[in-house]
């Protein structure tokens, strides 16, 4: 993903990075006595951290009013990841 210098992109990106995480970790609790378990986990960990670097980018540039907003995300994101480790 390419870097995003303007404020309202880099915000955009990380909310639908961290919309997209949400999503493949309902996909991956839904399926885990599927064969497909592995799968849908591998994919919610690589949706996890394309998130968090998209996060992490944004935060370079955010506003005060979206570094509150990413850092919740962040917050989130990391619990995710701490439940699944």
């Known amino acids: 993903m390419p870097y ?3 404020k309202q992109q880099a915000f955009q ?3 639908q990075g961290y919309e997209q995480a949400i999503k493949a970790n309902g996909a991956a609790l839904e399926s885990s006595a599927d064969p497909d378990f592995a799968t849908k986990e591998q994919m919610f960990t690589q949706e996890l951290n394309e998130a968090l670097q998209q996060i992490d980018n944004a935060l370079e540039v955010a506003s005060e009013h979206q570094r509150v907003q990413l850092k919740q ?4 994101l990391y619990n995710l990841r701490k439940d699944l480790y």
């Open 13 to 15: 990106a990380a909310q």
């Open 73 to 76: 995300y962040q917050e989130d």
């Open 4 to 6: 995003h210098k303007d």
